[in-house]
């Protein structure tokens, strides 16, 4: 398992801080988690949530909970106060980690300091809680920093099967050194995380921004050879001319988390081959650990705007009417087979406590064909949910979230980086207060929202809200 | 319009600020400003004042106050 750093060189370096200097080998990896695991390990298995950013001190404490055979619920430490709070309610986490101070808001939680000054919070009364599943590691949401309660369990086997298959096809060997440029709360982000340290690679932790000069500085100061981003970083990258950026120790770099379109596909493509590096278009889902499939970058060229064939040790299968389509060309829905697959979804503690119910088998909601090679490629959802920025926005919740608030019909259609509303609202112009509204609840930038209000929601024959007829009218 | 009315207006409306919380202090990382609002406050500062930002302006556009900076390399002055 790659959170025992088994055969690795214990002197070398496992974490370098961006803020701090420092340096963090292996083996002082090792003993710093078992200082950590000494406060939380008892005779049950615990559920600790951390709420963290990129240092290194987020990234040993998620290895010490792994370590102590702990359950942990990694969370974005900018994450809003209500939300921590509500999550805190609802699973009633043993001990909390925060890199940030947290607010005196815990009445049923104790602050302690260990050696190091990190405060940690153990929660006072634990007998009536319910137990965790043996096989329960990590927790993670689908969501970022907005909304929902519903987690995604993953296993241990799911984190190591994850790790190993990335390792494998991105040939990751101990020489890598990644920049932390997603959130390590973001399945994304962790899975860099997870398949370096397999491998035994150096991880820059930094918390700095791709469009600032500090990440590129800090970049090439200390000579990093990968970072990964979602479509919105690579629309960013190529507005700063990102061909034209001197990285001598840059080797290669790896997009997911939406649909990048098939320009900006061509455009990295064409400067990573004059570059000298590698360009990867993947693909994944939060339920799948990670990553699901990825394009071998030698077959890039010619598969632009496919998400590629699926990751070592995985299966994909394109099934129409509970029937495997072995056609190509033919649509139906994706569905993926592997030891990656989460164990389920929690939307409170007693979920904790159950087993797989997945049993490896992932139902992705995308519909997609494969070509004659057994390339894959969406074509579009079978649920209604759009990516902004990485992040699942789910169009029916968002609809009834405005429903309910204002009392009239809404219909949300989009894409990938736009979220449009339509509300019908009886003559009275509510459209900027529904936006705020949307803004606040869901934490989005409100450039990538349009809202108008409307006489009438254009419905289908049977009476349904007609969003084919609206998305055409885009 | 005054050159630093319309630089508020631009940060204002990108970052969904009030022009009047709008001073040289106002940092990248403060508020809303986050890598996705830096997009839509270059797009917005380079509308208002008809220019294209050099990638090395918008990287380093990190505060109000550094904003001002750069946008005097464009004949734009405060």
């Known amino acids: ?474 | 319009m005054e050159n630093l009315e319309k630089l508020k207006k631009a940060f204002s409306e990108s970052l969904e600020i009030p022009p009047e919380d709008i001073n040289d202090a106002l940092s990248y990382g403060n508020k809303s400003w986050d890598s996705v609002a830096h997009l839509a406050l270059v797009a917005s500062v380079e509308t208002e004042f008809d220019i294209m930002l050099a990638s090395d302006d918008v990287i380093d556009m990190s505060s109000f106050l550094k904003a001002k900076e750069i946008l005097g390399k464009y004949g734009i002055s405060f």
Request: with cysteine.
């Open chain 1, 1 to 474: 398992m790659f959170w025992d750093f088994g055969n690795i060189d214990q002197n070398s370096t496992a974490l370098i801080d961006d803020s701090t200097g420092e340096e963090t080998s292996y083996g002082r990896l090792k003993s710093k988690c078992d200082k950590i695991s000494g406060n939380i390990i008892s005779d049950s298995k615990r559920l600790l949530f951390s709420f963290c950013d990129n240092s290194a001190q987020s990234i040993i404490t998620y290895l010490a909970a792994l370590r102590s055979g702990n359950a942990v619920f990694l969370a974005n430490t900018r994450m809003d106060s209500d939300l921590k709070k509500s999550l805190i309610e609802i699973y009633k986490p043993e001990i909390i980690f925060s890199i940030d101070e947290l607010p005196d808001i815990l009445p049923e939680y104790s602050r302690h300091n260990d050696d190091d000054d990190f405060a940690f919070y153990l929660r006072k009364e634990n007998h009536e809680l319910v137990r965790l599943h043996p096989d329960l590691s990590v927790l993670l949401s689908t969501s970022g920093t907005t909304g929902s309660p519903k987690l995604v369990k993953l296993s241990y086997q799911n984190i190591q099967a994850n790790a190993e298959s990335i390792a494998e096809y991105l040939n990751i060997a101990n020489d890598e050194k990644p920049i932390t440029s997603l959130p390590m709360s973001y399945s994304f982000g962790l899975s860099v995380i997870n398949s370096h340290l397999l491998m035994g690679a150096k991880i820059l932790c930094s918390n700095k921004s791709m469009v600032m000069r500090e990440f590129w500085n800090t970049f090439s100061q200390h000579n990093c050879t990968s970072f990964s981003g979602v479509p919105y970083n690579y629309q960013m990258l190529k507005r700063l001319k990102f061909d034209k950026m001197n990285l001598p120790s840059l080797r290669s770099m790896t997009q997911a988390g939406g649909r990048l379109s098939e320009e900006f596909i061509k455009y990295f493509y064409d400067t990573a081959v004059s570059k000298g590096i590698k360009f990867f278009v993947m693909y994944g889902q939060t339920e799948a650990t990670a990553r699901i499939s990825y394009v071998p970058f030698e077959r890039l060229s010619d598969k632009i705007g496919s998400i590629g064939i699926p990751i070592p040790n995985g299966e994909i299968k394109i099934i129409s009417d509970k029937e495997e389509v072995t056609t190509p060309t033919v649509q139906g829905e994706l569905v993926y087979y592997g030891k990656n697959v989460m164990m389920g979804y929690a939307e409170n503690r007693l979920d904790l406590s159950l087993g797989n119910e997945m049993k490896g088998i992932l139902h992705t909601g995308d519909l997609a064909f494969k070509d004659s090679e057994g390339f894959c490629y969406i074509t579009g959802r079978m649920k209604r949910f759009i990516k902004l920025f990485g992040l699942r926005v789910n169009l029916d919740d968002v609809e009834k979230m405005l429903e309910n608030r204002f009392n009239c019909a809404a219909a949300c259609y989009g894409t990938d980086d736009s979220l449009k509303v339509l509300l019908h609202s009886n003559g009275i112009d509510i459209s900027e207060t529904a936006k705020r509204t949307i803004i606040e609840t869901y934490k989005l930038h409100h450039s990538v929202i349009s809202v108008k209000c409307v006489d009438s929601i254009p419905v289908t024959s049977s009476g349904k809200k007609d969003y084919r007829l609206l998305q055409e009218k885009e």
